[in-house]
């Protein structure tokens, strides 16, 4: 039976404690592991104990990183486990850490993606179908892309955006070129923009007036 001889505030990091075992430094805990566990002093820990006090560490670990990667932008679930992964956290320990995001609204896919959508219609200006793309590569589910596209992209509207842009393009960089120069890279334009070809085409005949 081991017993924890003494424990120790560290001097660099005041929210860690080093814990001794038998009178020898064993590990360190973050200040939620050693108040939740209770840690003492004179407590008797067997090697079932050691072990979970440990893996409670590393999953408090896990979720501190999670909150870290959240706090500089915001992430979807698919993301955090990617970079959590890497990081070499066990299967184990990440769904335990996740769990607890999202439980406590950290991680949320419905509202990341409607922040997403928001941000690529108003500000890049992009068509439903390049955003649409980028959420399925960023590993969003399907039924929340579609619910929240619907929700937010109205075809009028898009259709307006993209006239705009293709009116302004058409002004400026490709101001010199003949009729069916333009005509052709304003439909490349709007198409690696993301507005499907319907949206495109209509455009175009608006431009030229065919």
Known sequence: MSIITKIEQQKKNINRYSIFINEEYSFSVSEDTFVRLMLRKGMSVDK???DYILEQEEINSCKAYGLKLLSHKARNEYE?????IKKGYDEETIAEAIKYLKEQNYINDEEYAESYIKDKINI????????????????IDGEIIEDTL?????MEDEYKRALELAEKK??????NDDAQAAYRKLGGFLQRKGYSVDTTIKVLNKIFKQ
């Open 48 to 50: 079932e104990q050691l």
């Open 124 to 139: 890049k200006k992009l068509g439903y179908v390049r955003i649409k793309n980028e959420l399925f590569q960023k590993r």
């Open 150 to 154: 619907s929700k937010f992209v109205d």
């Open 80 to 84: 955090i486990k990617d970079k959590m």
């Open 170 to 175: 058409k002004n400026t960089t490709y101001k």
